[in-house]
């Protein structure tokens, strides 16, 4: 990765990380790829496209309490590893990761959030991973009925 790009990338993360510690979700909607791609933890297929993951993001920014990053990865690598690849590497940035811990229905729960983003510096790829499995789908089923509540699409 070019010195160049690795600064437009830690400033584009370091966006990101505001964003979210500060709730702010247009600024976070407006830093994402038209086509980007959020891999949630507990479902296989991920929510495709700038509306529909500004829809879960919504949903997400309700369900979290104490909402803080806690740590992050600093996104060496070429992407090559296969996990990279599924997260979206390649792009030239690399992936990067945000620890997070935060509570859902008063219960802990952890995860990080592995970012990376297309050429043009937007948010082109989201990859959560969280534990405990109790959390994960106490925030899956929150999800479901955030979105039944509301309308929504995702699912």
């Known amino acids: 990765m070019s010195r160049r790009t690795e600064r ?3 400033a584009s993360i370091e966006a990101v990380r505001r964003a979210v510690e500060e709730r702010d979700l247009p600024r976070l909607v407006g830093m994402l790829a038209p086509d ?12 495709v496209g700038r509306e529909h993951v500004a829809e879960l993001l919504t949903a997400l920014l309700e369900i979290f309490q104490n909402f803080r990053y806690v740590a ?6 070429d992407g090559a590893e296969p996990f990279a ?5 390649g792009t030239g940035a690399g992936v990067h990761g945000l620890v997070f811990r935060a509570e859902v229905e008063g ?8 970012i990376s983003f297309n050429a043009e510096g937007q948010l082109s790829n989201f990859v959560v991973m969280m534990r405990p499995l109790a959390a994960v789908l106490a925030i899956a089923d929150a999800v479901g009925t955030w979105m039944t509540e509301t309308a929504g699409s995702v699912r």
């Open 72 to 77: 992050s990865l600093d996104g060496s690598g």
């Open 85 to 89: 690849t599924v997260a979206g590497a």
């Open 107 to 114: 219960e802990p729960v952890e995860g990080i959030d592995l």
């Open 8 to 10: 437009t990338a830690d």
């Open 36 to 47: 980007v791609v959020f891999h949630r933890p507990a479902t296989i297929r991920p929510v």
